[in-house]
């Protein structure tokens, strides 16, 4: 009997699950919640990060710079703590569709004035030194996505919606 108790709660919480996770992808397009992804890597002090970081803000930034469905963009460097070396990618977007789809014509035209140079070009060796200390980098890189509920957030000193325990409502029973 307690293993049959167990197996309904089990299979009644992964249904639970399921159904916030649907839920989620097939949100409301006036709804409060948000996509937020979120990547983090490490570039090591010392006279290569000026290299990385430089590299990271011409040639990789600007795909989520100048996408129009991103809603808000940071890029954070870690300045207090037990990880000095991290660096944080954030971007926010309204549904996941956003998340996945191309940046267009202000990505093409970013890319069509900023291109990379080729062999006999100058600043050729100085991109490929670049280049291969971020993807170096990168390589260790982590993507997250978080959904949040902008109902909850302070945006540029705006109190949210509200402050203190939930209201009732749908987006409370998920814990968003």
């Known amino acids: 009997m307690r293993r049959t108790t167990l197996g309904a709660c ?3 919480l ?3 699950l399921t ?3 649907a839920q989620a992808q097939e949100q409301q397009p006036d709804s409060p919640m948000r996509y937020v992804t979120v990547t983090t890597f490490d570039v090591p002090y010392g006279p290569d990060r000026a290299k990385v970081m430089a590299f990271l803000n011409e040639y990789f930034l600007p795909r989520t ?3 129009p469905d991103v809603r808000n963009f940071r890029l954070l460097t870690h300045v207090w703590g037990s990880d000095g070396m991290q660096v944080i990618i954030e971007a926010e977007y309204d549904n996941w569709a956003d998340i996945e789809a191309d940046c267009g014509q202000p990505c093409d035209d970013y890319y ?3 291109v990379a140079p080729t062999v006999g070009q100058g600043g050729y060796a100085e991109y490929q030194e670049m280049s291969a200390l971020f993807s170096q980098a990168y390589s260790t890189h982590k993507d997250e996505i978080y959904l949040t509920n902008m109902n909850r957030a302070m ?3 705006k109190t949210p919606n509200w402050v203190g325990p939930t209201p009732v409502a749908a987006s409370a029973a998920t814990g968003n």
């Open 14 to 16: 992964a249904i639970f």
């Open 65 to 67: 710079q100048l996408h």
């Open 19 to 21: 159904s916030g996770y």
């Open 155 to 157: 945006v540029e000193g």
């Open 10 to 12: 089990a299979i009644a």
């Open 112 to 114: 069509a004035q900023h």
